[in-house]
């Protein structure tokens, strides 16, 4: 922690405190039974978490990222779903911070930072997700609004939030398709419904939900940054931050399970020895804390390049994809170490093998990161 200033400390050991006394006790049981942690969600509102990253003169701690980044890796060791719960917020955040209009910026920042306004990022549609640029939904200009129709699907906050950074295509013809894009702070209101709550594998406790648009109407002065053409600019800068938050998220849960083994190995005893004692077991240990601390590393230099507004697209890419690889092999791994324990809902490991997953899926899937990778390696070493 040497590179945090005073508050910066005071901020994580606040947090560090709140998950062992609020979240730790009761993660397990909400996780099971799928169920919104509303009151987790209010004490986050108090202690100002909603606004980590927004700036102090909108009301926000004005975190660095680097900061914000080890918030979520302490969270996502207890308990990953919470980690979405802010992050997708915080992702609209920072697209309206960076590319909203002043009067945007301080209009909806102030609301986003105590969390009365809450919400997330929405991208995805039924048909697509990778291929961003071929989204469907649709915005008309009519006089002072804009009429929206269509479909987003995977949403998270979806239903418990009100508030959305809607990617949408104003020109379906456009060339390059980028240029036909803008992308709106969307408030649910009458023609933006919810059609469902999607069920899933793990990630549980947050909502993941279909989002419809039927001739929603929205004001103009919401297309976010006043021009549009500019959709696709806005996705990006908000998935710099998400790139480096899953990034996090993976050490956290990369770390929990290491942690579990650790503490399962000492106390478990197969033919008169404890199981760390056994050197397939030892192995397996040494090579998950490996992976963690070489996770942390590339995610602290990922973030410390957003810290300083640095194109951090191949540390970010770095680093996704090492700790969510990270994540899924230290919790299939700690799962094996417990044997048939680490099958049972009784132990955390099983959530963080069905939590991990997702982490190689969202933000950009880990061939797409591959691929950014190995572009910005051909562009720095040109021949
Ligand atoms: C629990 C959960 C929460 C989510 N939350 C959100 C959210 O809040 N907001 C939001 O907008 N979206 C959200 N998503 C959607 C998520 O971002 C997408 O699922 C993701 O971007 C992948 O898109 P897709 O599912 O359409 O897969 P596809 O794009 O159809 O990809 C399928 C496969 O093909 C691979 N692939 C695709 N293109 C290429 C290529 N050019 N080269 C190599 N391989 C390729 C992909 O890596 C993947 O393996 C969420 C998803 C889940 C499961």
Known sequence: MSDLDEQEKLVLDAVARFLERHVRPVASKLEHDDAYPHEIVARMKEMGLFGAIIPQEFGGLGLRPSTYARIIELISEEWMSVSGILNSHLIMARIVDKMGTPAQRARFLPQFATGELRGGLALTEPDCGTDLQAIRTMARRDGDYYIINGTKTWISNGIEGSCFALLVKTDLTATPRHHGMAMFIAEKGPGFTVSRKLEKLGYKGIDSAELVFTDY???????????????????????????????????????????????????????????????????????????????????????????????????????????????????????????????????????????????????????????????????????
């Open 217 to 383: 109407r929205i004001p103009a002065d919401r297309l976010i940054g006043g021009v549009e053409g500019k959709g696709l600019a806005c996705a990006i800068a908000g998935l710099e931050l998400g790139r480096v938050n899953v990034a996090a998220r993976g050490v956290g849960v990369a770390k929990r399970a290491l942690d579990e083994a650790v503490r399962y190995s000492q106390q478990r005893k197969t033919f008169g020895k404890f199981i760390h004692e056994h050197q397939a077991i030892a192995l397996k240990l040494a090579d998950m804390a490996v992976r963690v601390e070489a996770a942390r590393l590339l995610t602290e230099k990922a973030a410390h390049a957003l810290d300083r507004s640095d194109r951090s697209d191949y540390e970010a890419g770095m680093a996704k994809l090492f700790a969510t690889e990270a994540a899924v092999e230290n919790s299939l791994e700690a799962m094996r170490i417990h044997g048939g324990y680490g099958y049972s809902k009784e132990f955390v490991v099983e959530r963080l093998y069905r939590d991990a997953p997702l982490l190689v899926i969202g933000e950009g899937s880990n061939e797409i990161q591959r691929l950014v990778i190995a572009k910005r390696l051909i562009e720095k070493n040109p021949i």
